[in-house]
């Protein structure tokens, strides 16, 4: 098996990429539901349909993208220019949170989201390219670890400084400012990770193999009739929706459950600080215990977090921040361990389609990202949460604030626990991890 290690300049630069996309990720899902409930006066449920809707589409669209960035690779040996394409997604983000004025209701999530649908279109564009990578590189099962180490360690990062720094620029400067400020920071770190992928591509090249290129639908047929793809993937989309649950009920949690509006920046900081100092460790339990013994132990530790959580305010607040703690040492794992063994699967079966395997997976994790927010929409909805704007207080009933508390709580802890149960089924971690160095050579090159 080849074990050459990538060179840090190549590693650094593609783990750039991570940070501008950790804005896409973390600001939307922390900030849209509240900006659109308590800021333009849309109801949970027709807030939730904003978010949920866009996302529909991405079922599609992202296999649809991978299959174009395998024929790029086929055709220009690199995957680079999809991602090119997509560095127009920090335009689509400035959009989502500039609002006309005067608009509120209906028309204004109308707004939010076409801009949404075109931001979801500019981050296929990048991310599956992106991530596909390290299924092209001609590196073994643990360097594939480390390389996505790096990306997560600068994720966590792009996570941390946007949820810290949104909430205070949507605060002080107003949420078209914001959005202004936070998309330039994505450009420039977006086109970090365009040169960083052309550095890996010159360090560690793989040979580019035909394969045939199956339509979207067909794409996404065929990976999930692989017995090691179907239950990997369809576990981290239920944990996808977990941790983007989490994060859309976090300002609600602080402002209905602890009664502090401000709290929202020290729990988005307690949940993502952890992460970041984590992430070098989880790749150590990795390559001593291996990746899916190791997201099993943080999928518990995220359960008995949320757990602690959904008991509220009366357990005190050190001992709720805490638990925000765990939840993101668990998150670290979340997110490095199924994304290192995504690549382990494609070489498993067959690299020259990285990026159809690639967008299904990147599908998964955007799906979840509209299904978290839409699920705690719904719990706001059966609490009976009254929508409002920004200089409108609303009174919410007691049943509100309890579907705040277990939804912010009991429900990730179920749906934490059914990810367990879903990724059952996948066994090559445990095939890689046993196998002798020339069977592991072979099953990793797709032979």
């Not at 590189?137 to 480390?146: F, N, Q, S, V």
């Not at 002080?172 to 959005?179: C, D, F, N, S």
């Not at 995220?302 to 668990?330: H, K, M, P």
């Not at 699967?345 to 799906?367: H, I, L, M, N, Q």
Request: contains cysteine; aromatic residues 8%.
């Amino acid at each position: 098996m080849d074990e050459r290690r990538l060179p840090r300049a190549g590693l650094l630069a593609f783990a750039g990429g991570s940070l501008g996309m950790g804005i896409w990720v973390t600001v939307p899902g922390l900030l849209l539901l509240f900006f659109l409930t308590d800021g333009l006066g849309v109801g949970p449920l027709a807030a939730g349909l904003t978010l949920l809707l866009p996302k529909i589409a991405d079922v599609l669209l992202h296999p649809w993208v991978g299959r174009l960035s395998d024929a790029d690779r086929r055709r220009r040996g690199h995957r680079r220019r999809l991602m090119l394409l997509g560095c127009l997604l920090p335009a689509g983000f400035a959009l989502i949170f500039a609002v006309p004025g005067g608009l509120v209701g209906v028309p204004a999530a109308v707004w939010v989201a076409v801009a949404f649908i075109a931001g979801n279109l500019a981050f296929a564009l990048f991310q599956v390219p992106y991530l596909a990578t390290p299924a092209d590189l001609a590196i073994g099962y643990h360097e594939r670890t480390r390389l996505m180490g790096f990306r997560m360690v600068v994720l966590t990062l792009g996570i941390l400084l946007s949820g810290v720094l949104a909430p205070q620029l949507s605060d002080h400067l107003g949420y078209a400012y914001m959005g202004v400020l936070l998309a330039a920071g994505m450009l420039a770190t977006m086109l970090i990770g365009v040169r960083g992928v052309r550095l890996l591509d010159t360090a560690a090249p793989a040979p580019v193999t035909d394969g045939h290129a199956a339509p979207g639908l067909r794409a996404l047929l065929g990976s999930l009739r692989d017995k090691q793809f179907r239950p990997l993937v369809t576990s981290y989309l239920t944990m996808s929706t977990t941790s983007h649950l989490v994060l859309a009920a976090v300002p609600y949690y602080a402002v209905y459950e602890l009664g502090r509006p401000k709290l929202t920046t020290v729990l988005v900081a307690a949940f993502v600080a952890p992460a970041l100092l984590a992430t070098p460790l989880w790749v150590r339990v990795a390559r001593h215990i291996g990746k899916q013994t190791g997201l099993l132990a943080a999928q518990l530790a995220f359960v008995l977090g949320c757990v602690i959580l959904a008991l509220g305010r009366s357990v005190g607040l050190g001992v709720l921040i805490t638990a925000v703690a765990v939840l993101g040492i668990s998150f670290a794992a979340l997110q490095l361990l199924p994304f290192s063994m995504l690549p382990d699967v494609v070489r498993a079966a067959d690299p020259a389609k990285a990026g159809s395997y690639t967008g299904v997976w990147t599908a998964a994790e955007a799906t979840g990202g509209a299904l978290g927010p839409y699920i705690f929409s719904a719990c706001l909805a059966i609490g009976g949460f009254v929508g409002s704007t920004v200089n409108e207080d609303v009174a919410q009933t007691p049943l509100a604030h309890d579907m705040i508390r277990l939804g912010f709580g009991a429900v990730p802890a179920v749906l934490m626990l059914l990810a367990v149960l879903l990724q059952r089924g996948y066994t090559l971690d445990r095939r890689l991890r046993d196998a002798p160095v020339e069977e592991l050579s072979a099953v990793t090159s797709g032979r």
